[in-house]
């Protein structure tokens, strides 16, 4: 399913956290390219922060981050608001534990922007994801 720019532009709140400046940056750019309404936090606590104030339809958060990590994040997010979906982008491999049972997709450095196009498209949807054969991107789904 794609969202088109009007609907996107109006409704589509994205939380983008990392504390990478450089890629809240590329993020933040790819995103509102296509449509979406960007709000940037540098960090876990920042971010819910933010949440608690206002309304968003996704959140993409990095994992490793100082003062809260991307897990941390994501079991709050979820407690207060179940049906928000979590993208998880990370550069280490993710053992599934009870953490990862609060993100909803996972999505591996390096990255292309494609692949991360594509993972929120699906994720606000809430569709599943399959990637093409020809494909190398890591997208793990969780559920």
């Not at 609907?7 to 809240?24: A, M, N, P, Q, Y």
């Not at 949440?51 to 990590?69: A, C, G, K």
């Not at 897990?71 to 982008?89: D, G, Q, Y």
């Amino acid at each position: 399913m794609s969202f088109n720019r009007a609907t996107s532009e109006k409704e589509l709140r994205i939380l983008v956290v990392d504390d990478d400046e450089g890629i809240r940056r590329m993020l933040f750019l790819l995103l509102t390219n296509l449509g979406y309404r960007v709000v940037l936090a540098e960090n876990g606590q920042q971010a819910f922060e933010l949440f608690s104030r206002d309304s968003f339809s996704l959140v993409l958060t990095d994992l490793s981050m100082p003062e809260m990590d991307g897990f941390a994040l994501a079991a709050k997010v979820k407690m207060a608001s179940p049906n928000t979906p979590i993208v998880m982008v990370t550069g280490s491999r993710v053992e599934e534990s009870a953490d990862t049972n609060c993100v909803d997709y996972i999505l591996f450095k390096p990255f292309q922007l494609a692949d991360v196009h594509r993972t929120v498209e699906i994720a606000l949807a809430g569709g599943v994801f399959r990637p093409p054969a020809e494909s190398g991107a890591e997208i793990q789904i969780q559920g």
